[in-house]
C-alpha cells in the first residue's frame, strides 16, 4: 500500500507517501502530512548527528511513523477504500433508511410494529439478513 519510505540520502513524506486516508468517516492529508514531515526531520536529525544518511540510517523515519498516528491510522483503515466500493451503501441502505423512518413516524390509525418487525419488512426483497449483518460487520472492521 506504501511506497518505499527512505532510501540513501532521501525520505518520502506526505501525499507523495501516499500518506493519505479517505475512509467516508474521516478525510486525512493534511495532518498525516505534517506529522510525517515532523518524522522525517527527526529521522534526518538523527542522522546528521551520526553524519550518516544511508538509507539503513534513514529507517528510523519508518519507525518514527510507525510509532504514530499516521500509520497506526493507516493500518486501521486499510481496508476502507474497498468497503466503500459497495453500492448498497449509495443506494440500498439509504433507501432503507428513508423507508424505515417514514414508517416509525407513519401515523396510520394500526397498531405500531417493533423496529426490528418494520426493518424485516422493508429489507424483503431488498437485502438479506445474512448480507446485511456482513455488511455491518465489514463497517465494523474498517470504519
Do not use: H
Not at 540520502?9 to 475512509?23: E, K, R
Not at 467516508?24 to 536529525?45: H, I, P, T
Not at 459497495?86 to 417493533?114: H, Q, W
Amino acid at each position: 500500500m506504501l511506497p518505499q519510505l527512505y532510501t540513501d540520502g532521501m525520505l518520502v513524506a506526505g501525499d507523495a507517501a501516499a500518506l493519505v486516508l479517505a475512509t467516508g468517516r474521516a478525510l486525512e492529508g493534511l495532518n498525516f502530512a505534517v506529522a510525517s514531515g515532523v518524522a522525517a526531520a527527526e529521522a534526518v536529525k538523527i542522522a546528521r548527528e551520526k553524519d550518516d544518511f544511508s538509507q539503513q540510517t534513514l529507517s528510523q523515519y519508518a519507525k518514527l511513523l510507525s510509532e504514530s498516528f499516521v500509520l497506526q491510522d493507516l493500518m486501521r483503515f486499510y481496508g476502507a477504500p474497498q468497503f466503500l466500493e459497495n453500492s448498497r451503501l449509495y443506494g440500498i441502505y439509504p433507501e432503507l433508511a428513508c423507508s424505515l423512518a417514514e414508517k416509525v413516524f407513519e401515523v396510520d390509525g394500526n397498531p405500531k410494529m417493533t423496529a426490528w418487525q418494520l426493518s424485516r419488512e422493508e429489507m424483503k426483497g431488498k437485502i438479506s439478513l445474512w448480507q446485511f449483518v456482513r455488511d455491518a460487520m465489514a463497517a465494523r472492521k474498517t470504519l
